[in-house]
């Protein structure tokens, strides 16, 4: 009877310590169990990678990605998409004291996939759970990495962020070749270079010639490719000042999207625009304010969360022809913008898996810049598939015309996809679990 009673003491005390170590075990790999995301930071062992079940958005405990040193650092998921669709992914995040290294636009808590240049809008400081959008386009791909970072590819970023309620869709791909542009004429350049403080301003002739090289755009956005697209371009006058630049050591001073991202958020925020056009100047007539450029009138290629932009600069001189029409000095001002949307072309063209020529080789196929004309023949014969060499004609896929950057109309019909289901209760952990042994058996 004694021994009976102590053995059953015995038992109780057994089962009391198997049931707390497992309680440990399970608290512990809640904690630490990230499911299917693979975790990454640029400087290792920096950021701190946890669960928390106190600060969480509903009843599963929230990721949390902790820097007290500027890093970057993310957590990803491999996922399956179609080629060709647009897809929004979007998460719920919570963040405390985050900053940014030298305090850059572009960077914080975001949605991106990894090893790219797309992310969503970034978020900085101590904010209570928001919710982060991220829309992209597949274009090529089979399969995206998706990264919910704390950092970003411009600057690395420190603090406490909560990520939780994670949802990708499958919208619907546009299908017509109908494109829409925003076209923003910062009125007021106000930056300071190297100490010196540089004001300059557009004038009303600037804002003139430059409408009605607008007008020209559209025509010729039609006509040049004979009918495979068209062009609708609104214009903005922005009298909110530039006051930050971007630089890179081959073109000098130049505005990249982060640098007018307060000013044109608004304008372009599920707005329907396809390309953005920004038109700044740089510089003056008496050359005592002019920023360093490296002999560049319009840049491109570049993209603001997916949509391309590129900026265009006015003259220096008002007596300039660049954007007017005169028949006998300039009969192509629209040129520059032509020449810049191209650019964007070109990059989908390659984004997509199309092997094209590139826009700056036209002397290579045989083509002059002309006086009046410019390279209008090539331009041409590029958007036609029109070039001709030794192995058939070459130049932009007609198919190019109808790929353009994901938008929120796209969702009206998506479904969602199942792949960021995290598992809810014990019972999916353990069943979460028992899968994971039975794939590494
Ligand atoms: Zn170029």
Known sequence: MRNQKKNRIFDIIIY??????????????????????????????????????????NKTA???????????????????????KPYKVTCMVKTENVEVEENKIGSGAQIVVEGTTEKSTSITGTNDWTKLEFIFNSKNREEVNIGFRLGGYIAKAKGEVWFSNFTIEEGQEE?????????????????????????????????????NTLKRFEASCSSMPEGKM???????????????????KEYGYYVSPENVEQQIKDFIIDSDY??????????????????????????????????????????????????????????FPEEVFIHEFLHTLERNSEEYGYKIPELHDYEKYGYKNERLEGQKKWYIDYMNCNINTQ?????????????????????????????????????????????KIIERV
């Open 62 to 84: 929230s990721y949390k990605i902790k820097s007290e040193t500027f890093n970057d650092a993310m957590f990803y998921k491999t996922i399956k998409v179609q080629k060709n």
């Open 230 to 248: 068209s062009a609708n371009c609104d214009v903005y006058e922005v009298e909110k000042p530039i006051t930050s630049l971007a630089y890179d």
């Open 16 to 57: 009391i310590i198997l049931i707390a170590c497992l309680y440990f075990a399970y608290d512990f790999y809640q904690q630490n169990n990230f499911n299917d995301f693979i975790k990454s930071e640029t400087k290792l062992n920096i950021s701190e990678f946890k669960r928390d079940k106190e600060i969480k958005y």
């Open 391 to 435: 192995n058939g004609k070459i130049g932009l896929p007609s198919e190019i015309y109808l790929k353009k950057p994901a938008k929120t109309k796209n969702f009206i019909n998506s479904h969602k996809l199942d792949e960021f289901k995290q598992p809810e209760n014990i019972i999916e952990v353990i069943q979460e679990i028992i899968n």
């Open 274 to 331: 396809d390309h953005i056009f920004i038109v700044v100047r740089l510089g003056d007539e008496e050359h005592q304010k002019d920023i360093e450029v490296n002999d560049w009138i319009g840049l491109g290629g570049m993209d603001y969360y997916g949509i391309g932009f590129s900026n265009i600069r006015l003259p220096n001189s008002n007596n300039s022809y660049t954007y007017k029409y005169n028949k006998s000095i300039n009969r």
């Open 175 to 211: 299908t017509n070749s109908d494109w829409n542009f925003a076209c923003f004429i910062f009125t007021q350049t106000q930056v300071n270079i190297d100490n010196n403080e540089i004001n300059l301003e557009v004038t009303k002739q600037d804002i003139t010639d430059i409408k």
